[in-house]
């Protein structure tokens, strides 16, 4: 989100515009944060593993990371490994980027949208800091 559109939001406190493409560190202390969250993010990741290792980095011990998709993307945006691939891989490519950095225990991925729903899938991968 661009620093306008974190504006908007009434609840929030503090906000920090940082490019993750640009600089996959993050610019908070170790083990500032008890949980973390992407929501519908990750298939835009340049550096997802740096990335994760930067979430682990500034999680708490036995901090959840759970991050969140659908089926939908931005195409120009989105890695090319992503737009081939189904729910299920992309599932399993996020896994990957939990696995590769090195800093979670073994992820769990689930679709968690209810069987019979209309809409889009939303999938779900998570793990704790190690």
């Not at 949980?35 to 290792?53: I, K, N, R, T």
């Not at 225990?105 to 679709?111: A, L």
């Amino acid at each position: 989100m661009n620093a306008e559109e974190l504006a908007r939001n009434p609840q929030a406190t503090s906000a920090v515009v940082h490019d993750l493409n640009e600089d996959p560190a993050l610019p908070f202390d170790r083990g500032s944060f008890d949980a973390a969250v992407c929501c519908v993010s990750v298939d835009y990741l340049v550096w997802p593993v740096e990335v994760f290792g930067a979430v682990a980095r500034v999680l708490r011990p036995d901090g959840p990371f759970v991050c969140t998709f659908s089926n939908r993307c931005f195409p120009t945006k989105a890695i090319r490994g992503w737009l081939g691939a189904s729910g299920e891989e992309h599932g399993a490519i996020v896994a990957t980027y939990f696995r590769r950095s090195g800093g979670f225990t073994e992820p769990v991925v689930q679709r968690r949208t209810p069987a019979g729903h209309a809409g889009d899938p939303l999938w779900a991968v998570w793990a704790y800091r190690r």
